[in-house]
Nanobody, 123 residues
Framework: QVQLVESGGGLVQPGGSLILSCAAS????????MGWYRQAPGKQRELVAT???????NYADVVKGRFTISRDNARNTVYLQMNTLKPEDTAVYYC?????????????????WGQGTQVTVSS
């Protein structure tokens, strides 16, 4: 009933920048918190940043000052602006959204995940 479609990943040199986008679609009533997570090979998925409906943000310490999360509620979209990228930022990045969706008589609130987009930082 809800899909999150990500875009913007790719290969970038250290010190470079990328912006990721994630658009939600489906029978959406409301979207609450949204966030970005990442997972490197052989590692656990970790939180990168979150943003509330009202725009309150939270960042992992390792990305503070370099990454910026934002959202466009009218477009049901969350963004991640990534600056001063480092090789250790290399991972598959996933968006997540807390969504109320479904029919008027059968509504569900749940977290949904995007398919992931690869970010590779390498010289």
């Amino acid at each position: 009933q809800v899909q999150l479609v990500e875009s913007g990943g790719g290969l970038v040199q250290p010190g470079g920048s990328l912006i990721l986008s994630c658009a939600a679609s489906g029978t959406i009533f409301s979207i609450y918190d949204m966030g970005w997570y990442r997972q490197a090979p052989g590692k656990q998925r970790e939180l990168v940043a979150t943003i509330t409906t009202g725009g309150i943000t939270n960042y992992a310490d390792v990305v503070k000052g370099r990454f910026t999360i934002s959202r466009d509620n009218a477009r049901n979209t969350v963004y991640l602006q990534m600056n001063t990228l480092k090789p250790e930022d290399t991972a598959v990045y996933y968006c997540n959204a807390d969504v109320s969706s479904g029919t008027y008589y059968s509504r569900v609130r749940a977290h949904y995940w995007g398919q992931g987009t690869q970010v590779t930082v390498s010289s």
